[in-house]
């Protein structure tokens, strides 16, 4: 498959991600018979477009929850990791990515990743509105996943909330990300009771509109694709907020 857009922008594409997102919820009810409740967590800056048509579709919070990369020391654009802003840990594959660093190296690489999380999450929280994910469903989103490090370290964020389930929701991926996605959903139930987690491990999710092969950027995949600005992407949140 060539790399042609799928979408027009990250708008369009959480509105398609919306109605499927829906569609789970729904066939949740009928099966369980009990209503779920949604949480809408963005990665910001770019998630924010795409995750808010689906929180207003499914008329529920929107929320942030910011996690970046930890960068090759001697090449920026390659993720060895990802942090979030509480500290929480992911590495890759050292060999995959061909880092030898020593333990302090790993150590300053880490923090420079975890103190731009942090700067980051400063500007968001004033403007986030408080939620309650215990016993949610919540429902990560991203504009596209690469390397699947960012929203894995997130998904692993989440599950100390003790929620009822996460959704994983980005419009495009690389369809060998999926079954490496998959299972981190299949064992997020690490920190809930037993019960508990046998309810989690069977209903958490991923949701991808596209898997294209091969897959080069996130951005060949849509139209438009700006880079958000984090003054355009609270507009997302305080938008929410007055509905």
């Known amino acids: 498959m060539t790399d042609a857009p799928f979408f027009?922008?990250?708008?369009q594409a959480g509105e398609r991600l919306a109605e499927i997102i829906q569609a789970n919820l729904r066939q949740q009810l009928i099966e369980s018979g009990v209503e779920p409740?949604?949480?809408v967590y963005a990665l910001p800056r770019g998630g924010l477009p795409v995750a808010a048509p689906?929180?207003?579709l499914l008329n529920c919070p929107l929320t942030v929850l910011v996690a970046k990369k930890i960068s090759h020391p001697s090449n920026p654009e390659l993720a060895i990791g990802a942090v979030t802003a509480s500290g929480l840990v992911l590495w890759a594959?050292?060999?995959l990515f061909?880092?030898?660093g020593n333990s302090r190296q790993r150590q300053v690489v880490m923090e420079i990743a975890i103190n731009k999380a942090k700067s980051l999450?400063?500007?968001?929280?004033p403007f986030c509105p408080q939620v309650n994910p215990q016993g949610a469903t919540l429902i990560l989103v991203d504009d596209g996943i690469a390397t699947g490090m960012?929203?894995?370290?997130?998904?692993?964020?989440?599950?100390?909330?003790?929620?009822?389930?996460?959704?994983i929701c980005s419009p495009v991926a690389p369809p060998q990300l999926l079954p490496w996605l998959q299972n981190w959903c299949d064992n997020s139930g690490d920190n809930c009771d037993r019960n508990q987690q046998k309810l989690i491990s069977k209903q958490n999710r991923i949701?991808?509109?596209?898997?294209?092969?091969p897959f080069h950027s996130v951005s060949n995949f849509y139209a438009e694709f700006p880079q958000i600005q984090t003054s355009e992407a609270l507009k997302y949140l305080q938008q929410r907020s007055q509905k």
């Open 121 to 125: 999450e400063s500007q968001f929280l």
């Open 8 to 11: 027009l922008n990250r708008t």
């Open 54 to 56: 689906i929180a207003d």
């Open 150 to 167: 960012t929203i894995a370290v997130a998904a692993k964020a989440l599950n100390l909330l003790a929620p009822a389930q996460i959704f």
């Open 98 to 100: 061909n880092f030898r």
């Open 93 to 95: 594959n050292e060999k």
């Open 37 to 39: 409740i949604p949480i």
């Open 207 to 213: 949701i991808v509109l596209e898997t294209p092969e």
